[in-house]
């Protein structure tokens, strides 16, 4: 599944972050969302292939802040728990909150080290054919 249907969803919800796929550029901004497709699991039928897929998605949920981050991975859920619809072209059958878990990391830009926290959440979507 393309990422941009989701993508989608979240911009349309007005997210206040940058949201990126696998690549972050260095101008990312003070607060990110990266999203990270991590498995697909089929629902197996006896006689064809599958007809409804459940795809595994991370989002990693970054700010300078905790209260941006908290307030970041609020919209995020908001945005997508629950979410059912058809978005760039993507049947979403429904999309479901899975948990989710906070950090801090640092990240190091040219000679600089920064601290940012992280909320990565964790997301069942499941789509119709």
């Not at 919800?13 to 550029?25: H, Q």
């Not at 978005?87 to 979403?92: A, I, L, M, Q, S």
Request: aromatic residues 10%; hydrophobic residues 35%.
């Amino acid at each position: 599944m393309d990422s941009s249907a989701i993508e989608t969803i979240l911009q349309t919800a007005g997210i206040k972050a940058n949201i990126y796929g696998l690549f972050v550029p260095r101008s990312r901004g003070s607060q990110w969302v990266i999203m990270t497709y991590i498995s697909n699991i089929p629902t197996p039928t006896k006689a064809a292939v599958s007809t409804l897929d459940k795809t595994r998605w991370q989002f990693d949920c970054y700010a300078k802040q905790e209260t941006v981050m908290d307030a970041l991975g609020e919209s995020v859920r908001t945005a997508l728990d629950n979410y059912t619809g058809t978005t760039g072209g993507v049947n979403f059958n429904r999309i479901s909150f899975e948990g989710e878990s906070d950090t801090v990391e640092s990240i190091g830009d040219e000679g600089a080290t920064e601290h940012y926290y992280r909320r990565t959440q964790e997301y069942i979507i499941i789509i119709k054919p």
